[in-house]
């Protein structure tokens, strides 16, 4: 369930609870229209913490505006608790998003190995996470009673937290079960001349290159061979995109400082990206992640993407209502894709900002009829595309 907390231009406020049935949605937005023009979002209630924050000051200005975010309610109904807390770690807390990409990342988003979560139904806050480890412990009831005055259970829970890669939900905690993910990013096998064999977990310390380094008999990382690459869990869909024939340990760091020390890379577009560009080594990968807002995802329908074109250009309704008979949407929209040399991932059809993909034998810009037709997200408003540059 989503609600949504609006005001109209006539300064009216409303609140619409999602996900409902499109006729009915149909038949709220019609309502809408008449009583006062377009809707602005004031704020949003949903399962996914601090999601309204992506979406502060949205103005519904089309009917797809509201469509998307009733499929999105829906997407979120449909979620375990365990898929909800991967897509809020997905989405940055430092900047929005937009509705289009944060749609699309609901859409796509995975739980790997869910059977590694515990999931603690009504547990929120740091006290309670606490207070329920208490009464887990092996102590007796007795030794638990008399503790339980002189502990600050907002601190073991806090601690927990962090140690299990937990979060809070509205439906309360999930997080990693004991004894798994002894690393965070990725683990290399590695082994020597001398028959040494050591696994390091990165990102590392100095202090740990250098013992792995003591360890294997070697002056640098760079002399040992890596027979092994594994992923944690929550990166786990990078095995099948990064290249690990030939990876070195210094590119491997690059990429694990890094995956840990941003809060702002989301997996799903990071992972549509790199099926697009396919990149030869981990150092590819590493400036495609510091590049991710150069990549936007856009409608799978072409006949959207045009409509959402024109509005971006500044065209109104009445606009829309004027030219609607006589455009040819489907095409205009295939050839913006064209031109734009859009690129269809497994994670819906991705734009590059900067300067259109490349055709070539690996991978071409899909043609219109190429593109599943189904209602998927589409570009951010706030986002704007090479082909824009000519529009006036």
């Given amino acids: 369930m989503m609600t949504l907390y609006t005001v109209n231009q006539n300064c009216e406020k409303g609140r619409l609870e999602l996900p409902m049935p499109p006729e009915e949605l149909a038949q709220q937005i019609d309502a809408v229209r008449s009583a006062g023009g377009d809707l602005c979002i004031s704020r949003i209630d949903s399962p996914i913490p601090h999601i309204g924050r992506h979406f502060r000051g949205l103005t519904a200005a089309s009917d797809s505006t509201l469509q998307k975010l009733n499929r999105l309610a829906e997407t979120m109904d449909q979620m375990s608790l365990v898929e909800r807390f991967h897509l809020d770690k997905a989405l ?46 092996r102590m007796d009831e007795d030794t638990a009673k008399r503790l339980r005055p002189h502990l600050n259970m907002e601190s073991i829970g806090r601690e927990y937290l962090l140690t299990h890669k937990g979060g809070f939900l509205p439906e309360g905690y999930v997080g990693l079960q004991d004894g798994l993910e002894p690393f965070d990013i990725l683990r290399l096998t590695l082994a020597s001349a001398s028959g040494g064999e050591v696994q390091l977990s990165l990102p590392a310390s100095r202090a740990q290159l250098e013992q792995a380094e003591r360890e294997l008999e070697v002056d640098d990382l760079s002399q040992a061979t890596i027979s092994e690459v594994k992923f944690s869990i929550f990166y786990s869909y990078l095995e099948e995109l990064l290249p690990l024939d030939g990876i070195t340990a210094a590119e491997a760091t690059g990429l694990a400082e890094y995956l840990r020390e941003t809060e702002e890379l989301n997996p799903v577009k990071f992972r549509a990206a790199l099926e697009a560009e396919r990149p030869d080594t981990f150092s590819e990968a590493l400036s495609i992640a510091k590049k991710i807002e150069d990549y936007m995802f856009i409608p799978q329908d072409p006949a959207e993407y045009a409509k959402e074109k024109i509005r971006l250009a500044g065209a109104n309704q009445e606009v829309f209502r004027i030219i609607e008979g006589y455009t040819d949407f489907e095409r205009l929209g295939g050839d913006i894709m064209k031109a734009e040399g859009v690129r269809q991932t497994e994670c819906g059809p991705l734009c590059r900002i900067s300067a259109p993909f490349l055709e070539g034998p690996a991978q071409s810009s899909p043609t219109p009829e190429e593109l599943p037709q189904k209602d998927a997200a589409a570009r951010p408003q706030q986002e704007q595309g090479p082909w824009m540059g000519g529009m006036t």
């Fill in 92 to 137: 940055s807390l430092l900047f929005p998003q937009g509705l289009d990409t944060v749609l699309q990342t609901a859409v796509h988003i995975k739980a790997a190995a869910p059977d590694c979560y515990e999931v603690l139904p009504g547990i929120t806050k740091p006290r309670q996470l606490g207070e329920w480890l208490l009464t887990q412990n």
